[in-house]
């Protein structure tokens, strides 16, 4: 058994609106509380139909105050997108009103397309390159004030906020290695370097203050039901949106579609191969079985479970049963 956690996009369903997605997200973390797992994160997108969660501080804060003790975090804040400074003010307001439930994961990509990107920063000076740099400088935002400090981060100085890198490559693998922090890697739809990264990540982590040892947690789409073919059913929800968003077509989440794999064509069956090849969908035994060989492939020390499934009450069912089987 490893530790579970939950990644919630907080999808916006076709016939619904942002303020439901925001609400189910919130009734989703309850419910995982409740079943003992142990993280609630939430993603930062942009300029996406079907996501909610664009201004994750807020809606972490959303979902802290309405739950009790579940670890709540970003998954990630994309800080190309921002000046540190910010994101500690921002986290540092969640820990100071959630002591010991906050905690920050940070990625390089920035989450949207460049016209995006453009439209909030202004400018595209920097960015992914400081990477490096501006995850230092936001971590040096939560030490305690130093003598003839001239910016502190109010809230945020002297508050525990733990850290973690995100990534999809061998990048963000080497930089947690260096730094020595907790490494989440995208492998539920971006799998193709995850053993790479996750090889170098551990043969190079050095310790640190926050970790002794590497500590790896892999993001894996579970859908589950009762039975396989209901399972299959629910899942070409994420499949629809999928090839919605790599056809650039992003919509809102559309409800599922019976035999979707047989109405695809060539191409963009390889791609959702590709994406999803980590995927894991089925009834119990199949979860069970894909959850303990997808452990043992990868030797992963945590797993961060998502789900896009259109019904609500399916969504919550579906973390249910992962729950149940592990």
Known sequence: MVPLSVLDLSPIAE???????LRNSLDLARHVEALGF??????????????????TAVALAHVAAGTDHIRIGAGGIMLPNHAPLVIAEQFGTLAALHPGR?????????????????????????GADDFPQDVVELMAYFQPVQPGQHVQAVPGAGLHVPFWILGSSTYGAQLAAILGLPFAFASHFAPAMMMQAISIYRERFRPSAQLAAPNVMLGVNIV??????????????LQQSFLNIRSGRPGRLPPPIPDFDQLIDHYGAAMLADA??????GGPDTVRRGIDAFVARTGADELMVTANIFDHGKRKRSFEIVAEVQ
């Open 15 to 21: 016939g619904s609106d942002a303020g439901q997605a």
């Open 38 to 55: 142990r993280r609630f994160w939430m993603a930062e997108h942009h300029n996406l139909p079907g996501i909610a969660s664009a201004a």
């Open 102 to 126: 906050v905690e920050l994961g940070l990625g390089r990509a920035p989450g949207s397309d460049q016209v995006t990107a453009r439209a909030m920063r202004r400018n595209l000076q920097g």
């Open 224 to 237: 589950a039901a009762e039975t396989d073919a209901e399972a299959r059913y629910l899942f070409s929800s």
């Open 276 to 281: 999803l090849s980590c995927a894991i969908v």
